[in-house]
Nanobody
Framework: QVQLVESGGGLVQAEGSLRLSCRASGLSFVNYVMGWFRQVPGKERDFVAAISRGGGITYTADSVKGRFTISRDNTKNTVLLQMNSLKSEDTAVYYC?????????????????WGQGTQVTVSS
C-alpha cells in the first residue's frame, strides 16, 4: 500500500520560513518523480515544484521561484520543500504527489499518488 505522509505545516508570519517534508512508503521511490502542489478552498490544485528521480533536476512554479526549493533524499524516501520569504498568498493546503515517470508534470491529474495534505497559513 502506497503512502505519502506530509509534515511540517503550520502558522508562520509573513517573510518567515517553513520546511515541509513528505515521506513515501510502499513504492520504489527512486522510480518516481515527486511533486508538491497546493490548494485553497474553491480553487484547483496548483503546481508548486517537482523533482526528477535522481534529484538533479528541479522545476518550480513562477509564483514561488527564488523562494521555494524542492529536494529529495532517496536513501530516506523523502522529499522536502523549503519555503522562504513566505507571503500571505502562499496560504494553502500543501500536497505531496508521486508519478512513476522519467519526466515531470505540472498538472495534478498526471500524478499517481497523493498525501493527505498539510496546512500552511501565513499571517500578514
Amino acid at each position: 500500500q502506497v503512502q505519502l505522509v506530509e509534515s511540517g505545516g503550520g502558522l508562520v508570519q509573513a517573510e518567515g520560513s517553513l520546511r515541509l517534508s513528505c515521506r513515501a512508503s510502499g513504492l520504489s521511490f527512486v522510480n518516481y518523480v515527486m511533486g508538491w502542489f497546493r490548494q485553497v478552498p474553491g480553487k484547483e490544485r496548483d503546481f508548486v515544484a517537482a523533482i526528477s528521480r535522481g534529484g538533479g533536476i528541479t522545476y518550480t512554479a513562477d509564483s514561488v521561484k527564488g523562494r521555494f526549493t524542492i529536494s529529495r533524499d532517496n536513501t530516506k524516501n523523502t522529499v522536502l520543500l523549503q519555503m522562504n520569504s513566505l507571503k500571505s498568498e502562499d496560504t494553502a493546503v500543501y500536497y505531496c504527489a508521486a508519478v512513476r515517470s522519467d519526466r515531470y508534470y505540472s498538472t495534478a491529474a498526471e500524478y499517481d499518488y497523493w498525501g493527505q495534505g498539510t496546512q500552511v497559513t501565513v499571517s500578514s
